[in-house]
């Protein structure tokens, strides 16, 4: 038995809905930017499937573009909210509502 783009196709979009929803409805900004990666990760692996069924390798090629990329913005997306918690005490969206104080 093998398993068909359909299926894969079906989770990336169940968890790219998932993150959305997380991105929408979480206050906390380590929740969101989880939920964001939870997106990314989704696209990816919408691209392997992709490129597993037209038997490509451009799919993967952008996954490791995207995993590259990805690796730098959690080093300066966590950096961004260890400064702010720093300053604020807080890292929940609804109290951040300034840049500076």
Known sequence: MTVGLNAFIL????????GMLGVLLRKNTL???MSLELMLNAVNLALVA??????TMDGNL????IITVAAAEVAVGLAIIVALFRKRQT???DQ??????
């Open 11 to 18: 989770l990336a979009s169940l968890l790219f809905a998932i």
């Open 31 to 33: 929740l969101i930017y």
């Open 50 to 55: 992709f490129s597993r069924y037209n038997g």
């Open 62 to 65: 952008f996954v490791f573009f």
């Open 91 to 93: 890292v929940m969206v």
């Open 96 to 101: 951040l509502n300034a840049l500076s104080r």
